[in-house]
């Protein structure tokens, strides 16, 4: 059988480098569509001889690598890993089309970037092994740092030093948990190793509660500063507004922070000294964010400013589904990171189009867009009103299970949230009048509409976004099945 | 014979006397015969030793030592000319582009 | 029985014409307006026909279900309720698109508009159909994004797109609450059923859930010191939504404002559908809250204020889609205070609250159509600068009186005989009297029966300000199309005559639709003691037409004769004047104070300030460690001699180190 888990992740990085070698702007993007494209169907066919009704590995390949270290290079999948490699699987080949025609960034560089990116966010979802798990994790900072300080706005270098330092610093503590795993699992077992899984199981058998609670937090702090989550998000507003917009979607499919939460965080869980204490922690962090974030979002003048805040508001509602600890919560938790991801595609780019045709973000000097631009607004109109909640599309789904199945456990979280809702409508709302609507701003000047290759990535998110909102199950069935295992051991454990 | 607490002491006047003029001076030539008078007391002393114990290892020693000594100078003195080639001067105070 | 297998192409059939509307319309003659015309009229053929059917054999309800996904499903529930509602919405629906074709017929965005109302009214007729709770609750969202979309039709008019955003974000609170509602009934569940959901059964389904009442009525908490019912709270967190949509005290602020739209839109929304929904939510889970304590008694004083204060701000509005819009906000408030007579009457209140939104929905489509017919003939809404529009515009004239007459309520008193209004809010005052007479509170009839006075007076203000009298500008006007006289003609007669023919066949109609349930013994799980009819006094049977007459006669006096000069009444300086014209300073107080104030200044701006501080945290470790950095640096001097120091300096510190050291030992 095809080792498809090292191809999915190495033909990426592979036509990284060949991108990097070419000459042209149109070989670039064709060794990068091209790679992009074979990494898509490998992933449909992976997909689509998917089990979704077990929640084990599937497609695991294993090898030794570093015996006397216990260290193997292990891969798989499983419902928490599954619908996030499709969502980059398909997201990254529509944002080579969406900069196909962009002559300030298209470039071998910029594309060869996009695929390592692409590779290294893939490889940190199918690792079994903490080793493989962190080295894949630390290279997703690479391409990012470069596309934030290379085509970045003007406040590139501060926004791209700043991500990456923040967020480093918290995977070295992410690091320092591993490490306090690995070490106490060794002296406990004999042997050194370090499988996920394996860490994991030996976690309940560690005598010290406080030794328990320190590793579980500090591998908490390294996941939740990635989600990110109030108060450790000022990197994100930052970094996800300098960006470039495919930097921008590349920040929003990098969502290894919140899967962090389902493969490292739940199962280990009921096992931590103060399980009722994590609870509290994680569902008030998470209600928090939500109030937190749309609240400045509603504050924003700028656009992309606006979205990034809308998105550490949405982040929210995957923490607070984590801390509802019903399997349909933590699978709406789960939705949400894989409905987010589409979503906040289309936000971003949006806002890029709007930012190229008429050189501003600020909301208040755009204004009635719609008028110029009819089929940009058809679709940011659907993108909104699915960022803002509304049924039928996917927000909606992965929203309503997270409140719905958190409030058995963490109901007043759940209030907080629901206040927030409104909020969220509000500050959409808002942008869309003032940016698309009313009188036309002359000032503007000529603008043109979206070109076909815009239109042909953002309409195919679009009804993705529409045939998931519609008809969940493809991505929330394997979910659930995942889901219900991890918690049935808190059952066990009477958490 | 002579005692060997006078090679000592005469080692430790011509290290004093290289130390003082590797620190007073500004001029790198200077500095560079200044280290090598350093490196001479040491052999001062590691010859005396080698006669004191009738041991042969410390006369070995101080051969390494000049030739390594005979290197350093020759690269030293390279550095200096090409110094000397671009800026017009040796005084190694002035050479601080790389400081901070 | 065809008829009921195809009872899921009602909503599919309009959703389809959006689609094909949205993006095929541009090619097909009028903006693609065919393409809903005939998939609503095909939806109102088959609703008409399951009513038929249901008519017949009213306990065989349609019923059809799908798994959707987890543990919620897709279904379809038409019980007399939704069938009437259904037939209602698709038929009124149908004749207001064939209106539209020839009002909108200069607009060049003809297709997008036919594309959203194909839109609107499938997202309503799902919502009737719903089985279970939350899928009315997506339909219920959808009505908003449509109204939303076509309340801003005219996007390019700056007031047309605040109206379109205030009116999605004011019904958007009541959604929520709704929401929270479905959140919190949900975890009742799931408490009733210990975490164990039983297999196979979608428990939100509403014959699910009302099976759970008994079990879900004694869950309680204490709030602020009192035993609450959760049902209760359930129950008044739906009524929320209900607020929100049916425009109720104090969520009506945005239906006013909503007559930014085009006046069909306007038609559609007040008249027919969206506002409709929130009264038949309520309907539609009527068993839960006649089970709930408290819950009716709130509905029945909110209803019955509504009616009142939406009353007074119609008489002295000048615009004449605003006095229908606060004509519209007030006959709401009947039919909400119809339901909550529930309290008293049990599920007869259903039946007393649908009739009248039934009737309501003709006069009130009529009315908008034909003040449609007066301002596309004279490009005006400003009724101060009409006058004698009757003499140019008979036809719309005689419908619009018709409906006039309808709202107003004319008619004999102890008969069949009268206007369909009449009919129909009749019984909503006298159960008030009931109310009144059983519980002891009698506000809400004095709040009813004075807002049938002012209903009257200010809708023939309306048609004697802008049909009688002299023209006050000249404006110079003509007869509509027949494609929009026609649909007028046809709602008239309904107004007219729809009260009479069915009046007691739509009562039993309704009533069986609780048949499987036992009313009477929910009503004691609530505390409600039913009443029964008992011999009003004959004042009490003859009261609303003499207040209606009496608005007309003074409206005549005021507006015709001019027997009563107006200008000491109506200047800036009348206290009750201002405040009414100033609408009770609703905008200044929701809009400028909460929203913008506390919100907006408030709450954001205080967020964005503590931001920055939470950023300046992070920059300022960053900069506290560079300059750090920089300060320590400063000890390589590049200086040779300095190192060389340093070396020497190390050096003899050692020696005097191990000379202590060899000492010690």
Request: a neutral charge.
């Amino acid at each position: 059988m095809l080792p498809i888990l090292s191809l999915i992740v190495l033909i990426p990085i592979l036509f990284s480098a060949v991108t990097f070698l070419t000459k042209t702007k149109e070989q670039a993007r064709i060794s990068a569509l091209v790679g992009t494209l074979i990494t898509l169907v490998l992933t449909l066919y992976m997909y689509f001889s998917f089990d979704s009704t077990t929640a084990a590995m599937q497609f695991e390949e294993m090898a030794n690598w570093i015996p006397s270290l216990g260290i193997s290079y292990h891969l798989g999948v499983d419902g928490v890993s599954m619908p996030l490699i499709l969502l980059n699987a398909i997201v990254i080949p529509l944002l080579i089309i969406y900069t196909w025609d962009d002559v300030r960034s298209a470039s071998n560089r910029f594309y060869g970037l996009m695929l390592a990116m692409q590779g290294a966010v893939i490889g940190v979802f199918v690792s079994l092994d903490f080793f493989v798990f962190y080295i894949f994790w630390e290279l997703t900072l690479v391409p990012l740092f470069f596309m934030v300080n290379i085509w970045g706005g003007s406040n590139k270098k501060h926004a791209g030093i700043k991500f990456f330092i923040y967020t480093h610093v918290a995977s070295l503590v992410m690091l320092l948990g591993i490490f306090g795993l690995y070490f106490n699992a060794w002296a406990l077992t004999g042997s050194p190793n370090m499988g996920i899984d394996h860490l994991i199981s030996q976690f309940q058998f560690f005598e010290s509660g406080i030794l328990r609670d320190a590793i579980f937090l500090a591998l908490l702090f390294g996941f939740i500063v990635k989600l990110p989550v109030v108060p450790f998000h000022s990197w994100l507003p930052d970094a996800y507004s300098e960006a470039p917009t495919a930097g921008s979607v590349l920040f929003i499919l990098l969502k290894i922070g919140g899967y962090g939460l389902f493969r490292v965080m739940l199962p280990m869980l009921p096992f931590t000294a103060t399980p009722s204490l994590m609870i509290t922690i994680m569902g008030a962090l998470g209600a928090v964010s939500i109030l937190y974030g749309a609240f400045l979002a509603l504050a924003q003048k700028d656009l992309k400013r606006m979205i990034a805040y809308s998105s550490i508001s949405h982040m929210g509602y995957v923490t607070l589904g984590c801390a509802g600890l019903v399997s349909l919560s933590v699978s709406g938790a789960m939705f949400q990171q894989f409905s987010h991801g589409l979503i906040m595609s289309i936000m971003f780019m949006s806002c890029g189009v709007i930012q190229t045709a008429t050189g501003t973000r600020i909301i208040n000097n755009l204004g009635g867009l719609a008028q110029k631009m009819p089929k940009l607004t058809v679709i940011m109109v659907l993108g909104f009103m699915a960022s803002l909640g509304l049924p039928g599309l996917t927000g909606f789904i992965a929203e309503f299970l997270v409140l719905t199945f958190s409030f058995i456990n963490v109901p007043i979280y759940v209030i907080i949230a629901l206040l927030a809702i409104v909020i969220t409508a509000a500050y959409h709302l808002w942008a869309l009048q003032r940016a698309m609507f009313g009188t036309f701003n002359e000032k503007l000047g000529e603008i043109v509409d979206i070109s076909s290759y815009q239109t042909l990535s953002m309409g195919i998110i679009a009804l993705l976004i529409l045939y998931f909102g519609l008809y969940p199950s493809p991505v929330l069935d394997m979910m659930i099945t995942n889901s219900e295992k991890i918690v049935s051991l808190m059952a066990v454990m009477g958490v | 014979m002579i005692p060997l607490n006078w090679y000592l002491g005469l080692s430790a006047i011509v290290f004093s006397i290289g130390l003082y003029g590797f620190m007073s001076q500004k001029n790198g030539i200077r500095m560079l015969m200044c280290v090598e008078l350093m490196l001479n007391s040491a052999n001062i002393n590691l010859v005396a030793f080698s006669s004191y114990n009738d041991d042969m290892t410390g006369q070995v020693f101080a051969l390494f030592s000049i030739a390594i000594a005979a290197a350093e100078a020759a690269v030293g003195f390279a550095i200096l000319m090409s110094i000397y080639r671009m800026r017009d001067m040796i005084d190694v105070d002035k050479l601080n582009i790389l400081r901070w | 029985m065809a008829m009921e297998n195809l009872a899921f192409l009602i909503p599919l059939l309009p959703a389809l014409a959006f689609v094909l509307t949205f993006f095929l319309g541009k090619k097909l003659p009028s903006g693609g307006a065919i393409i809903p015309i005939v998939a609503i009229a095909i939806s109102c053929v088959i609703s008409l026909a399951i009513t038929v059917g249901l008519l017949q054999n009213p306990e065989h309800f349609v019923t059809q279900s799908v798994h959707w996904f987890a543990i919620l499903n897709l279904g379809i529930l038409i019980d007399p309720l939704a069938a009437v509602m259904l037939s209602m919405v698709s038929f009124v629906s149908l004749l207001i698109h064939i209106y539209a074709v020839g009002y909108m017929s200069h607009d060049p965005a003809k297709p997008r508009y036919f594309a959203e109302t194909a839109l609107f009214t499938a997202a309503m007729l799902g919502l009737i159909l719903s089985d279970n709770i939350l899928q009315l609750f997506i339909c219920w969202e959808l009505v908003g994004l449509s109204s939303y979309l076509l309340i801003g039709f005219w996007f390019h008019k700056p007031g047309a797109a605040s109206a379109a955003k205030k009116a999605f974000l004011t019904t958007r609170v009541g959604d929520v609450m709704f929401l929270a509602g479905i959140v919190l009934l949900f975890s009742d569940i799931f408490t009733v059923f210990n975490g164990n959901l039983p297999e196979g059964v979608y428990v939100l389904q509403f014959n699910e859930m009302f099976k759970l009442i008994p079990d879900l009525v004694a869950i309680n908490s204490t709030i602020l010191g009192m035993e609450v019912s959760h049902l209760t709270l359930v129950t008044l967190l739906f009524f929320g939504g209900a607020v929100g949509k049916s425009g109720q005290f104090p969520l009506h602020v945005w239906l006013p404002d909503a007559m930014e739209g085009p006046t069909t839109v306007s038609a559609l929304i007040h008249a027919a559908t969206m506002v409709t929904a929130g009264v038949y939510l309520v309907a539609r889970t009527f068993p839960m809250f006649i089970a709930a304590p408290d819950s009716l008694m709130v509905v029945a004083y909110l209803g019955a204020f509504t009616a009142l204060f939406a009353a007074t701000m119609g008489i002295v509005m000048n615009d004449l889609k605003r006095v229908l819009a606060y004509s519209t906000v007030s006959q709401l408030g009947y039919m909400v205070l119809g339901l909550g007579l529930g309290a008293v009457i049990g599920a007869e209140a259903v039946g007393v609250s649908m009739f009248h939104l039934i009737n309501h929905a003709f006069f009130k489509a009529l009315l908008f159509l034909c003040a449609g017919s007066v301002i596309h003939a004279v490009g005006t809404h400003d009724m101060r600068l009409l006058g004698g529009v009757g003499k140019v515009m008979p036809i719309t004239f005689a419908t619009m009186t018709a409906a006039a007459l309808a709202l107003a309520g004319f008619g004999i008193p102890g008969t069949s005989l009268g206007f369909s209004g009449f009919l129909s809010k009749d019984p909503i005052i006298e159960g008030a009297y009931l109310f009144a007479e059983s519980t002891g509170n009698w506000l809400p009839y004095l709040f009813a029966i004075s807002a049938a006075f002012l209903t009257s007076l200010y809708i023939f203000r309306l048609i004697f300000m802008t049909f009688t009298g002299k023209p006050r500008t000249d404006y110079g006007g003509h007869e509509s199309p027949s494609s929009m006289t026609v649909p007028l003609a046809i709602l008239a007669i309904l107004a007219v005559v729809f009260g009479a023919l069915t009046r007691t066949s739509f009562y039993h109609f309704i009533e069986d639709n609780f048949v499987h349930l036992d009313i009477e013994a929910l009503a004691e799980l609530g505390g409600y003691h039913l009443a029964h009819h008992g011999h009003e006094p004959l004042l009490v049977l003859w009261m609303p037409l003499i207040v209606a007459v009496a608005g007309l006669v003074i409206a005549y006096l005021i507006y015709n004769r001019r027997v009563v000069d107006m200008s000491s009444i109506v200047s800036r300086n009348n206290p009750v004047y201002k405040l009414l014209y100033n609408r009770y300073y609703q905008h200044q107080i929701f809009v400028e104070f909460f929203s913008i104030k506390i919100i907006y200044e408030g709450l954001a701006l205080a967020g964005f300030y503590s931001d920055k501080m939470l950023d300046w945290l992070v920059n300022g470790t960053s900069t506290l460690l560079i300059e750090a950095g920089d300060s320590l640096r400063k000890f390589q001097t590049g200086v040779i001699q300095h190192y060389a120091a340093a070396v020497v300096a190390g050096v003899g510190l050692l020696v005097i180190l191990i000379k202590l050291v060899m000492e010690v030992f």
